[in-house]
């Protein structure tokens, strides 16, 4: 068995910055209580019809391939993650895997469907295959475009303002020095309140969770059975919603649950934390937990301030801003932390 270490990373943010200001041209909002709320200044907004989840998480990709010093064509494995992909199916694993130009490989490419704990389920995934020698370079990407999708008008200002769009990236490699990689990755999940930080539709389920009226199914006009009524078009259905309290109340639970988890697995306290990088859910969420387990400002890196909550792609680009600040240095234990819709979460601790 080998140890998996991250060999590369890379993230990429599309040009146009978007403040708090700008937000409120559509919506009923102010700077002032997207600040005090979320702590988000400002977030990133992809070229609309020109980028794609897919074409942002490829370009992180060549930076991550390009920063673990290989070549393209030495990706045996890609794990994408996302909840704003291209299509409905197929997913962008196989449309990265032809961004990047590497189809003649045919490698395997799997897409992960865990909202913000996206990269770490992939992490985890990434870890079983490459610790048991299966591959030698995972591509692991996380990446959201979720200004094509969000409600701009004051109807969805509660999830609106929160996220951002960007991409994120590893490469994951064997290590046969047992001291440095992943040390280990804890997943979690739990369905009971799977509708309360959702897009539902449009989706196959017919009205059958939550009644069918409450979507105009059946459809006298197409019985043949279809993922989108017009019901949905005209009553809004078709954006995502959250009941953001119950989301905080459970996150400022779980983030400190698995990440002690993960700690006491390998014998460690929160004070052997070098670097916690959360899932940059909400400001407040990270600062709640950072007080929970009586952490230092300098063991927490935040950076939702610029980018908003960017989902699967969060905790890549964050991890890679904080070891490009210098924040991260060899021999650091690294925490990875998320937690989101599913509801699901997960943790890892890395030895860098
Ligand atoms: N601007 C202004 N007012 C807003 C608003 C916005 N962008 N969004 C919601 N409001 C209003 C609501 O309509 C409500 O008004 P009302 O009292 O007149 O009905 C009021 O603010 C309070 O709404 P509530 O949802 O209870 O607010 P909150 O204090 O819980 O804050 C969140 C809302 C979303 C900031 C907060 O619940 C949160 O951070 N939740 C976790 C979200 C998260 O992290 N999601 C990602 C998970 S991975």
Redesign the pocket.
Known sequence: MFNTKIAGLGYYLPETVVSNDELTQYM???DE??QE??GIKERRYAIKHEETTTTMGAIAAQRAIDDAGIDKSEVDFIIFATLSPDYFFPGCGVLVQRELGITDQEVGALDIRNQ?SGFLYGLSVADQFVKTGMYKNVLLVGSEMHSMGLDFHTRG??VT??FGDGAGAAILQPTEDESKGILTTHLHANGTNAEE?AMITPGSHGGHHLGKEKFGFPSESDPGGIYITQKMIDDHLIYPN?N??L??KT?VKKFPEVITEALKKVGKNPGDIDMLIP?Q??L??AQFVQRILGLKDEQVYNNIQKYG?TTAASVPIALTEARDEGKISEGDLVCLAA???GFTWGSALIRW
């Open positions: 009923d909002t102010t209580w997207i709320r979320t913000c200002r509660n303002v929160i930080l959250m953001g309290p989301v905080f996150a899932h859910a909400n407040r969420i909550n937690f989101g819709s």
